[in-house]
Structure formats: C-alpha cells, structure tokens
C-alpha cells in the first residue's frame, strides 16, 4: 500500500459545479498536511495547509479527518481555470534529531468544462 | 521577489553519460529540496538540506545520484552515470527552516526536463 494515496480521476467538473476528493495517508502519526495545485507541464504550488479544524480559502475548504486518516479538498463553483492536478503532502512528524517523511501523492486530476 | 531558479530547463543525454542539474533557492531560505518528477507521478523526495547539512537522503540513490549546498544556498545534483528511467523532471524546492513536528511552505523551480536515451 503506498504511503499517500489519490484517486488519479479525471474528475469532469461542469463549470460552476462543485467538485470534491480525498487523499489517504498511512501513517498515524503525519503532522503536517497541504494541498498543492499543479498544472500542465508547471511546477506545483501551494493551495493550501490543511488544519486540524478544517480550513476555507474562498472556493476551497480543506478538511482533515485523523480518524479515517485522510484530508479532502472541495471546490465550489468550479472555473475553467481550476483544471489542473491536485497534489496532497503529508509529512511525517518530526523528533528531535530527525524530520519527519515528507510525501507526496500522486494527484488528482480536475478538468472544468463549458 | 525572486522565485526559486533552476538550470537548465531541458536536458538530453544518452545512457551512461553524466549531468548535472544547478538550484539556487529563494534567499533566505534554509530548507532546500530536491524531488524526482516522473510522467504521472507526484514528486518524489530525493534529498532534503537544512542550511548545508542533509537532513533525509533516504530516497536517493546513492550509487548514481550525488548532490551538495555549498555554504547553504545553491545547490547541485548530479547523476552518474545515468539510466534511461531516470528521465523525469528534477523539481528544486526552498522553504523557510522546517522545524521538528511541521513542515513549511515550499516553493518551487520550473523544474529541469531530463531525457536519457
């Protein structure tokens, strides 16, 4: 079982849809979660961290669930310009002479159309 | 303020020959990565620095894979000598100091394309 899992997708998204997926981890005691977005042939950026309560940025909220051990990601009123992959990061904690793991999944595609 | 840059873009070389990928992160940035990107994959850690000391190489293959941050700020990664499935993007990531317990921000380089015939 890999460490970090992602649907791959694509999820097909009508514009001004809402769209939500999840990102499974295996290991109990990861620390730090985020969302990258990704887009063709680009280097990943930051979405967003994920916290413990939960987390909106205007049309994307961020959950995170440690019982069932996985973070979501939810877009509301899809655009056009939301089509991209979706990368989750889940790093390990640390001790005090090492960091922990850091992961990345390996993503989600969303594809808004028309 | 500057992004994070990475040299060069794009790569060709054959099989066996070596290469060397140059990073040089956002200033002030303590933590610097470097990931494998394959067709379809997420980024793969290969090595993680902390000023100028590795703090995770456990993903690198050290038979083939070498890389340094001389005085804590660019950073080199060479493979040698190089195998077809190491075509890939050669992702450069800086981050403020990670801390114990948590992970910081990353930002990244364009990435440079590398194709091993």
């Known amino acids: 079982r890999k460490e970090v899992e992602q649907d791959p997708g694509p999820f097909n998204v009508p514009e001004g849809a809402t769209v939500a997926f999840n990102c499974t981890y295996s290991?109990?005691?990861?620390?730090?979660f985020f969302w990258y977005r990704q887009d063709c042939r680009k280097e990943p950026k930051l979405l967003m961290s994920?916290?413990?309560s939960g987390n909106e940025d205007g049309r994307f909220t961020a959950q995170l669930n440690r019982a069932s051990q996985y973070i979501s990601l939810l877009i509301r009123d899809s655009k056009l310009s939301d089509s991209a992959t979706y990368l989750c990061v889940v790093a390990g904690r640390g001790t005090t002479d090492s960091w922990g793991k850091l992961q990345f999944g390996a993503g989600t595609q969303v594809v808004v159309t028309p | 303020e500057a992004g994070v840059a990475q040299s060069p873009r794009y790569k060709i070389i054959e099989k066996r020959q070596s290469v060397a990928f140059w990073c040089n992160p956002i200033?002030?940035?303590?933590?610097l990565y470097w990931y494998q990107q394959i067709l379809g994959q997420g980024p793969k850690l290969l090595i993680q620095f902390q000023n100028n000391g590795v703090v995770d190489d456990s993903q690198l293959p050290k038979d083939r894979f070498s890389a340094e941050r001389l005085k804590g700020v660019d950073s080199t990664l060479k493979i040698q000598p190089a195998k077809l499935e190491d075509s890939a993007v050669y992702l450069c990531?800086?981050?403020?100091?990670?801390?114990?317990?948590?992970?910081?921000?990353?930002?990244f380089g364009p990435g440079t394309r590398l194709t091993v015939t």
């Open positions: 290991n109990s005691a990861s620390q730090s």
């Open positions: 200033s002030g940035h303590a933590t």
């Open positions: 994920v916290y413990s």
């Open positions: 990531a800086s981050s403020l100091e990670r801390v114990s317990g948590g992970a910081r921000e990353q930002y």
